[in-house]
């Protein structure tokens, strides 16, 4: 069955200190994986694809690895406006053409000052 | 110049009640799909449609009804509303053979009374 974990479910930072967050997943014939963020009260808003294992994408203070079995987000130096819920999701085909999304939980992440 | 529109974004009623959430996307996207977000924060599809055909029903009670009159606009009935309908529902779209095209709009809070 197809399947997306995320850990930790919350994480706490002090502004500045840098930590991962971790997306496993179990897909027969991966097709990508996606990074998202969500603000309260919004939808996911598009980070990151990553197609294969060794791809690396990065955007100011983040970088998304991708292994045959995990995805990692990490957050080098973070802001209190990094704060919010990192969702991780693959794509999975049905009906031959079109894509769903499987999503992991999320991770809450906040990060003060 | 939203993207991917919902209306209302806000939505409280009484149990029993039918209502109704709209969606419009100006991306020209040729898919278009419902998902439901829990308390606990976790998205999972309901529906897809590819160019006005049901393509994905994710085992959704048939009290939930999707209708989409063009490719453009994919709309969700509800009847006979019940308390575990409460929930954050998200339109969203995107363009076959192009995942990272997916697309969410602001989402919709129901609220059952």
């Known amino acids: 069955e197809d399947q997306v974990t995320q850990s930790p479910e919350a994480l706490r930072l002090q502004e500045g200190e840098s930590s991962s967050l971790n997306c496993s997943y179990t897909v027969s014939g991966l097709r990508g994986l996606f990074w998202y963020r969500q603000d309260p009260g919004k939808g996911p808003e598009f980070l990151f694809t990553l197609y294969s294992a060794g791809e690396e994408k990065e955007k100011e203070r983040l970088k998304a690895t991708l292994t045959k079995k995990e995805s990692f987000l990490h957050i080098t130096a973070p802001k209190p406006e990094d704060s919010a819920t990192y969702l991780c999701?693959?794509?999975?085909?049905?009906?031959?053409?079109?894509?769903?999304?499987?999503f992991g939980t999320g991770t809450l992440l906040a990060v003060q000052p | 110049d939203t993207a991917v529109s919902q209306t209302p974004k806000y939505l409280v009623t009484q149990m029993g009640n039918d209502k109704s959430i709209k969606c419009e996307q100006n991306l020209g996207h040729d898919t278009m799909y419902w998902y439901k977000q829990d308390s606990k924060k976790f998205l999972k599809i309901m529906f897809s449609y590819n160019n006005k055909e049901l393509i994905i029903n994710e085992t959704v009670p048939n009290r939930f009804s999707p209708k989409s009159p063009d490719k453009a606009h994919l709309n969700l009935h509800i009847n006979s509303l019940e308390l575990g309908d409460s929930a954050v529902y998200f339109c969203?779209?995107?363009?076959?053979?192009?995942?990272?095209?997916?697309?969410f709009g602001s989402g919709t809070r129901l609220t059952v009374v």
């Open positions: 969203a779209s995107s363009q076959v053979g192009r995942e990272q095209s997916y697309t």
């Open positions: 999701a693959v794509p999975i085909r049905r009906g031959g053409a079109t894509n769903k999304l499987i």
